[in-house]
């Protein structure tokens, strides 16, 4: 190869290098300092410039992509411990949740199981005096009023017993096939015994077909719930609709109530559990109602809406998810 040659490509090699060339100024060899003018030996010292030069990039890069993972690293330990951070808080403010359950419990049973408590008692110990034949409807009243305690403390237990369970996650949807309009004029039977005198349950399956797969047992006391909520913010003689319909895979429930009706101020709060609005106070509750009522709902995948005006009435509404009937009505 000819000396124009060499230098011809020493001219593009040192061209398509400029960069390692300033990576490392230092470390260029003495002869290429001008000193030495043979092509041949400039050539052989800018070679083996450009291989140490390759090399230290080589090694840049290595260390480069060494630091890389030990930040991708750090950060992914960063990641995780600020993850574990918001567990532990998430988990003492559940600890914090379930320890202000259970004070409110152990305060509400205390005062809710007092008063049926009290009334059987006193009622148990009046009957005993009327003893003579004209003394039958003094009896009667106060066996009427030992039966609704009992009926009292029975929701009260229910209540309780349906928040443990919630609160453990113990409760799953078990859905099978019932006759939704069956199931609701039995329910409405039972009520009969609960709700005020002179109040009237009115059902009606508006449309679809009746048999519906659903868990009977949670739809029981999500009715059970907003029935007697219903009768206990109504005065006597008054209506409460209960209907159904069956759209579109999915049972729809409204309870419409005529009752004192919910102020706009408390509305945000309906379904946290313990809570009573503010012109319910006076009236006996536990405030689980509606809370329990909501859980079922959502075990259900369901949703529940209401609409309310003072001193009008409440309307509930509740849209459950129906599973596919694959089994036989149970006998």
């Known amino acids: 190869m000819s000396v124009q040659h060499e230098e011809q490509r020493y001219h593009f090699q040192t061209v398509g290098m400029t960069p390692f060339y300033c990576l490392a100024m230092h470390d260029i060899p003495p002869g290429l300092s001008g000193e030495d003018t043979n092509p041949t030996s400039l050539l052989l010292q800018l070679q083996d410039t450009n291989r140490a030069l390759i090399q230290q990039l080589t090694e840049r890069t290595a260390e480069l992509q060494g630091v890389q993972t030990a930040l991708t690293d750090c950060e992914l330990t960063k990641a995780q411990s600020q993850q574990t951070e918001q567990e532990r808080s998430q988990m ?4 914090r949740e379930l320890n202000e359950l259970k004070s409110n419990f ?4 205390s005062h809710e199981f007092r008063t049926p408590m009290g009334t059987i008692l006193s009622s148990a110990s009046l009957i005993g005096r009327y003893n003579g034949v004209d003394d039958g409807a003094k009896r009667e009243r106060h066996v009427q009023q030992i039966k609704s305690a009992v009926n009292s403390l029975t929701g009260l237990l229910n209540d309780f017993l349906s928040l443990s369970q919630m609160e453990q996650e113990t409760l799953y949807g078990k859905p099978y096939p019932l006759d939704i309009s ?3 004029d039995e329910l409405i039977e039972d009520m009969h015994a609960v709700i005020k005198p002179g109040q009237r349950v009115i059902y009606q399956h508006l449309d679809g077909p009746p048999v519906v797969a659903i868990d009977g047992q949670m739809l029981k006391n999500i ?3 907003l029935l007697i909520n219903a009768s206990k913010y109504s005065a006597e003689e008054k209506e409460i609709e209960l209907t159904t319909a069956v759209r579109d895979d999915t049972l729809v429930i409204k309870v419409k109530d005529e009752g004192i009706g919910i102020p706009d101020t ?3 709060n309906l379904f946290i559990s313990f809570f009573r609005a503010r012109n319910a106070i006076h009236i006996q509750g536990t405030g689980l109602g509606l809370y329990i009522v909501k859980r079922y709902v959502d075990l259900l995948g369901g949703t529940i809406t209401f609409s309310s005006q003072m001193n009008t009435g409440t309307i509930f ?3 459950l998810p129906l599973a596919a009937i694959s089994m ?4």
């Open 266 to 268: 408390d509305k945000d």
């Open 92 to 95: 003492l403010t559940r600890e």
């Open 317 to 319: 509404t509740i849209e």
């Open 182 to 184: 069956t199931f609701c």
């Open 328 to 331: 036989p009505l149970p006998v």
């Open 106 to 109: 152990v305060t509400l049973a």
């Open 223 to 225: 009715l059970i719930n």
